[in-house]
């Protein structure tokens, strides 16, 4: 009984020192743009990385959602005459909820895995040590670059999710399910608030820098060669992915809870 | 070889460190003059690049002191650190070029971000540096992974002596090189070190290299400096230890941990 006890204390032990470490990475990292330099154009090439070239996929994925959304809510709201809904539910949904989260998502999947494979290769490599000797500090060139660029980019990408999500949504309406286009984009607009876009973009700047810090995080600490590397990268993507689920409940209540 | 009476630019004394219950450095004494190069000997495992990592500031020590130029360095804050840092040059045993960055870049790294030169002066600075070491400007233009082993090994040196440091650390230079090569870098840096008067740290198993660039050499077993010494004095040191590892025997009061770990 007590090896079971002090079993569950060692790792709930180890969890918060897993937090503290994490906490105090994303401190010290973020502590270096009070000072400089500031590498300006490692900001800008991440947000490219991030932004521009997770386009194609977070586009695919987005109007395949709003399309599956207009399907599945025709096929539940007819059921009690409510088909009508369907444009509301669409954009409220995509904008709310399924933009933000599928984008941080795909992200994590795409950039995050990057992120812990690129900085973790540089740290078996010596290329962390050897940023120090040369001095520069590791976390101000880069891990601030990332956190910065996942922090402003996600923004960008959700809103165009959204409108691709918005988009997807509408082509099923109309040219699937018969709806006229102009009262589909009327109850589009209708009922939508501008917190309901506000909190998707909160939601999606949190995600971007929690995929941006879980990714640098387990590569700056990653040990053991190319088998290192690929667990820092398996760690990176699934602690993202849960953290993102588990921060979008939180910010949703904080914003609808009432 | 000359005796030196000035205080030593480095000076490590009682340095121990672990990792979880391995103890790697158990009281560590090591003096390295200014202008001499100082060759670290010993088996794998043993604690060199440790030593070195923590004189560089890249591994804190439990305890002991590392004196540079007379100063103590082992908490020192983050911008005395710094500073401390743009003394130093290192050269790593995998070369540890930055992959994302033309070899030029990798060389002119540490003038553009420590010393704040311009892109323009500092890439004039680093296609010199490359010729120094026989590299062709072209070869500037080209990434890391375009480059032989021995081609990274020269840009990494390059590298080391670019911001012109008052002391270089060499981890393995020759490791993983043909004889021939091995020979031009050791060339590399004997002129570093005689002609721009640098102090130089070395760690290597290459006693052929040792002979070559060392004023003194130093033995590490088992966490503790076990001789140190001019170079001349190797071959009659009268130490078990050393006599063991220089001959290559596999008998003597070195045992190899051949149990996997």
């Known amino acids: 009984m007590l090896r079971f006890l002090a079993a569950i204390g060692a790792v709930f032990l180890e969890f918060l020192a897993a937090t503290g470490r994490l906490v105090m990475f994303a401190g010290l990292a973020l502590a270096t743009a009070l000072t400089p330099p500031f590498y300006l154009r490692a900001i800008l090439r991440e947000m490219v990385n991030i932004g521009y070239f997770s386009l194609p996929v977070v586009g695919l994925t987005a109007i395949f959602t709003g399309m599956v959304l207009a399907l599945q809510s025709y096929t539940g709201f007819s059921r009690f005459a409510a088909e009508g809904a369907v444009a509301t539910v669409v954009v409220l949904s ?45 976390l101000r060139y880069l891990v601030l670059p990332r956190l910065l660029a996942g922090l402003i980019t996600l923004p960008m990408l959700v809103l165009v999710a959204d409108i691709i999500g918005v988009f997807g949504g509408f082509l099923v309406g109309v040219y699937r399910l018969g709806f006229n286009p102009e009262a589909y984009l009327n109850r589009t607009h209708q009922y939508l608030e501008t917190m309901d876009v506000v909190s998707g973009l909160l939601k999606a700047a949190a995600f971007g820098f929690i995929v941006a810090l879980m990714g640098c995080y387990h590569g700056y600490y990653s040990r053991g060669g190319a088998r290192g590397v690929g667990q820092a990268t398996t760690y990176a993507v699934v602690s993202a992915s849960v953290l993102i689920l588990v921060f979008n409940y939180l910010i949703t209540a904080a914003f609808f809870g009432r | 070889m000359t005796e030196t009476h000035v205080a030593p630019k480095i ?13 790697v450095l158990e009281g560590v004494d090591i003096d390295c003059g200014s202008g001499e190069s100082l060759v670290i000997i010993g088996g794998s495992g043993t604690g060199k690049s440790v030593l070195v990592k923590c004189i560089l500031g890249l591994l804190r020590p439990e305890a002991g002191s590392i004196l540079i130029d007379g100063i103590e360095t082992i908490r020192l804050k983050r911008a005395a650190r710094e500073r401390l840092l743009n003394k130093f040059g290192m050269l790593f045993q995998g070369s540890a070029l930055f992959d994302s ?42 990434r890391p992974a375009e ?21 270089i650390f060499f981890d393995e230079p020759t490791t993983g090189l043909d004889p021939i090569m091995a020979d031009v870098i050791n060339n590399l840096i004997v002129k570093c070190v005689r002609e721009v008067g640098t102090t130089a740290v070395s760690i290597t198993h290459d006693l052929v290299s040792a002979r070559k660039i060392a004023d003194r050499i130093a033995m590490l077993h ?40």
């Open chain 1, 94 to 138: 995509v904008t709310r909820e399924l933009g933000p989260v599928i984008t941080g998502l795909m992200v994590a999947g795409r950039v995050g895995a990057a992120m812990a494979a690129e900085i973790g290769t540089m740290r078996v490599t010596d290329q962390i040590d050897a940023l120090t000797t040369l001095s520069t500090d590791p």
């Open chain 2, 11 to 23: 000076s490590v004394r009682g340095l121990r460190k672990s990792f979880g219950r391995k103890r």
């Open chain 2, 101 to 142: 960055l033309r070899v030029w870049e990798n060389v002119a790294f540490g003038l553009v971000h420590g010393h704040n030169m311009e892109r323009q002066a500092a890439k004039e600075v680093a296609l010199a540096k490359l010729a120094a070491v026989g590299l062709e400007s072209a070869v500037g233009e080209l």
């Open chain 2, 147 to 167: 480059l032989s082993g021995g081609m990274q090994k020269r840009v990494a040196l390059a590298r080391a002596i670019a911001a012109e440091p008052e002391i």
């Open chain 2, 222 to 261: 088992q966490g503790r400096i076990v001789w140190y010494g001019p170079t001349s004095a190797i071959d009659c040191s009268g130490n078990p230890f050393v006599d063991q590892f220089i001959n290559g025997r596999a008998e003597g009061p070195i045992q190899m941990e051949i149990r996997a770990a």
